[in-house]
């Protein structure tokens, strides 16, 4: 009888506790499918709105919170983590969204991670800090940076010169140039513009500028904040340049041997006498073998620049990102995501560079091969990054002084613009060791 009763204890105190763990596994269980994530599609059909995409990422970076680029997936695809604040900022700034399980999530990942699939999940780790260069007064339709980081809502801070010299560009990630000249001749509007106001008192704010910091020249200025620049890279920054900048900085530091290039209507004294053969090319980033541009009426610096030397017309101007291996080669990868592999042509006073003068080490992200031109190159200097990129405004084809602003807001998808978000991303990526 005690036998008995002792059996049908245990057995029901058994009975119990193996309803209690069924019913916890099940609650288990349904909270797992109930967890979810936020999918931010960025192909052509999914997204409404690719360039405040870019926003949504980098508000969450800033919130502390990792976010994983799901490069070639879905056109570069991001996967954050879920809350309601992020569904609702999605909302409030119109990018399009998915609300995914974390099976669902798990699921995307195994299929990116397979060998067969030129695909990578990349994380991203801190919301990076910007800067932009640019002089007091400029603006913002002035710069493709600064227009659309105001309207993907993404922060940035403005410097110029003296913050340069003060080496003030530790306290940044990322850097930004733009139509900006740093030989010293003004931009190159000598011939259009001599006579414009706003050419003289720019030139007249240039020299007050040089004089200040203790320079004799402008030249002698912009050639010591290049050396700065160069150095923040060298370092470990990561520099961004289009239109101008790009040409007129690698110049800069060929010549910064006290190399005089600037005739006197720019400098006050005659350039020296066979210039060309004094320049250095091995201090440059992204060219070589280039010649310079001496006449002061031709608004060109040097051989690099090819809208002169164009021969395709408006509307069959585009260019093509290149294809690389998003496992190998995630750095580029992450640089030319987008939802189209062509992209609208666009011109500046730097449009695009001479193949035969970019240095091996270079890398092409974008080109027109029917023109034998190069949109979009990308490369190394010690321990840091840099992207130049040909163009003016991506969604203005031949922008001009004093022409309207881009509405960004009639092309929230633009392809031009997305490189350039690309960019801003690419420093808050998890450092791995590179492959290649």
Known sequence: MILRYLYNSIYKDAKTMSKYFWT??????????????????????SQKNHLKAYGITYWVLAKQQ?????????????LLPDGENIRKECQIRGVSFEIISDIQANQILEEISSPSRNQEAVILEKAPKIAVYTPEGTLPWDDAVTMVLTY????????????????????????????EDFTGQYGKFYAAYRAAPWYLESKKVAEALAAKLGYSKVSEEKRAVALKIRNYVIGGGFMFAMCSATDSFDIALAASDNVDICE???????????????LDFEKTFAFTNFTLERNPMQYEFSSIDMTNKRLIDKES??????DFSAKWDPIPTMLCQNHTSLVKGFMGQTTSFERSEIKPTVLVL????????????HGIKGKGFFTFYGGHDPEDYQHRVGDPKTELELHPSSPGYRLILNNVLFPAAKKKKQKT
């Open 317 to 322: 101007d585009y260019f093509s990102l290149m």
């Open 152 to 179: 993907a809502e993404i922060p940035y801070e403005t410097v110029y010169d003296e913050a340069v010299l003060e080496d003030k560009l530790v306290l940044f990630d990322w850097l930004h140039l733009h139509h």
């Open 264 to 278: 006197a209507m720019f400098d006050g004294d005659p350039s020296d006498a066979n210039y060309q053969s004094k």
């Open 24 to 45: 916890l596994l099940f609650i288990t269980f349904s909270f797992k499918l109930m967890a979810s994530a936020i999918l931010i599609p960025m192909d052509a059909e």
């Open 66 to 78: 990792k976010v994983q680029w799901l490069l070639n997936y879905r056109g570069g695809s991001f």
């Open 366 to 377: 974008g080109e027109n091969k029917i023109n034998g031109e190069a949109r979009y190159i």
